[in-house]
Structures are given as C-alpha cells and as structure tokens.
C-alpha cells in the first residue's frame, strides 16, 4: 500500500466535495489518507452526520478503516481496502442528500468485482446537493459516455426535515473508463421536465413554477419544444412536504444540460420557475457542454479514464477546482485549463487509464 497522504480540508470549496472525492480515490488509487481542517471555515467546522455516513459508505463497501469518523471531527484517517461487490445498506437518519451518497460510493463500486447494490435512505430532493431527477436524467447519460452507468429504483421521495426517502442503486463494475470529448454544444432543440408538489402544497403551485419557466424558456431560445409537467406526489410515495422543478435541455449534438430548483416559503412559485429557467440560459448561453452542476462530478472520472478528455464548460466553480486538486493530489492525472471566451472554459485532462484488476 502507498504512503499516506494528508490533505487540507479546508482548502478551495473546503467543505465535503473534498471528502467525497478524497474517500473514493484512497480507495481506487490503494492510498491511505488523512484529511485535516475539515470544514474548518464553515460556521459549523467538522463532520456533519451527512459526510460521516458518505464515509462509512465507503468504508463498507471496501472492507476499509475510518478513524476519527464521529460528527464534528474535523480530522480522520482513512485507510482503504478492496471494492466488493455485494449488497449493502445505508441510512442518513435525516434528509441527508442520497445523491451525495451516490456521488462518493459510485466510483468504488464501478471498479469492484461484480455487482453492487446499495440500498439508500434518506433525502432524494434536498437543498446544496443535485436532486435524484438530475442525477437520473442528466449526471447518468454524460456517464454513459465515459463508459460506465448504473441502474436505479425510485421507491419513495424524501424531502427536508424528516428524509425518509428510499433510492437502490445497482452498479455493474468496468474494466475500466473511456476518455471523453466534449466540445460541440449544437443548438438547443427542445427542454423538458416536472415541477412537482408534494404534502400540503397544493398542486397550483407547481402549474405556477412551469408556466413561468416555459415562458421564460420560449422567450429565450424561441420556437422549441417546452414540455414542463406540473404534478403532484401521491402521499404514499413521498415523505413530507415539499415543492420544487426540475429541467433538463437537449441539443442537437445529443448534450444534456440541466437545472433545478427547491420552492422556498421567501419566493413566490413564479420566482422559482424564473430561478431554474434563469439558470439553464446561463449554461447555454456560454456554450457549455456540461451544467456546472455536472462540471465538477465528471473530474474525477477523467482523471480515471484512459487518454486524453477535453470538456467545454462554462465558468469554473470552486468545486470543480476543489475536484481537481485532489485528483491530482491523490493521481497522476494532469489537467489545465484554457479560456474560451466570456465565462467559457475548456477542462483539459491526461487520465492515468485505470484498470480494474478487481473482475475475476
């Protein structure tokens, strides 16, 4: 096993796309680690129970070590062992983002032996994470192209405060990831999506947040295809109340972009179709291939995958170059970054080719 590594905390985004990333590339590079400073600039410094249970996810899907994983720990060790495929559980107790979950377990999964199924509770549209729809509808397909995907089943929605919501996963493990190439956004043909309600909100909320994005979408890019379904979560399939809207845009060089927003008790329903409509302008206006909500998940992939990726993407995000330093912290990979334009960048990446020496 390599010589540990010890990595700021606090640095950059400082929060848990550190942790995240750092966890799944111990265990795929065989590196141990310490992370130090974690969360330290945040007004509650350490491990929330969300991080915490991200990594014992990873812990126990590799038969690892965790030391000083207790909550407000602002400092742990992690020493990795094996992916294993198999069946496992995990349960944030909260609205703990299940995405989150998917974001640091899936990388070990996809380099295990066989196949993984992960059993999640907790909160499948929360606040400060993607939502379970943008992973499904948009982080799964730009996946796809590295070679890599997995299957999910939505059995119950969770939303903030109580969670309660239920998502498995199942992975099917590579030999290893292919290099992408994404630098053709084409024009945007057509935008979809749901705006949806759940609990004691009623369903004229949501017809509200997608007469407002449809409008501002038609206004924008002209005559396309707008279809936002507006609906309401049937009680036995959602824990709590909650609102909110999810789109994602299609071009004709077959890119995916998306946004998505939370109804919040300070904005009117309207204001938040105009926030999520605002935000996929944006991307597209820069030209990006990837939303930013995207950018920053696909890094660690590239730094994996075997040759040369190139993204075009729209401003850098500090997660993005929160990913980055720890990939080339933690691998060989090397990447740079070139300007394309106003608030138009290219990712540049020399993957390491990682092979899977886990599958029988």
Known sequence: MASLVEIDGSVLEGGGQILRVSAAL????????RITKIRAGRPKPGLRPQHLKGLEVVQTLCNGQLKGGV???????????VPRGGNYEADTQTAGSITLLIQVSLPCALFANTTTIMKFRGGTNTDMAPQLDYMTEVF????ERFGAS???KLLKRGYYPRGGGVVHI????????EPVTLLERGTIQRVWGWAFVAGNIPI???NTMADAATRELQSAFGIIEVNIEAYKENPENAVGTCSGINIVAQTSTGILLGASALGKRELQPAQTGLQVANQLIETANSGACVDDHCQDQIILFMALAKGISEVKVGRIT????SAIHVCETLTEAKFSI??????????HCVGIGLQNHNIP
């Open 26 to 33: 111990s265990v795929l590079m065989k590196t141990p680690i």
């Open 140 to 143: 799964r397909p730009t996946l």
């Open 204 to 206: 004229k909320v949501a």
């Open 338 to 347: 070139v300007n394309a334009g106003p608030n138009s960048n290219i990712i």
């Open 71 to 81: 909550p407000d720990s602002t400092e742990v060790t992690f020493l990795p062992g």
């Open 318 to 321: 500090e997660h993005t170059q």
């Open 150 to 152: 997995f299957d999910y």
């Open 170 to 177: 199942r992975v099917q493990p590579v030999h290893r990831l």
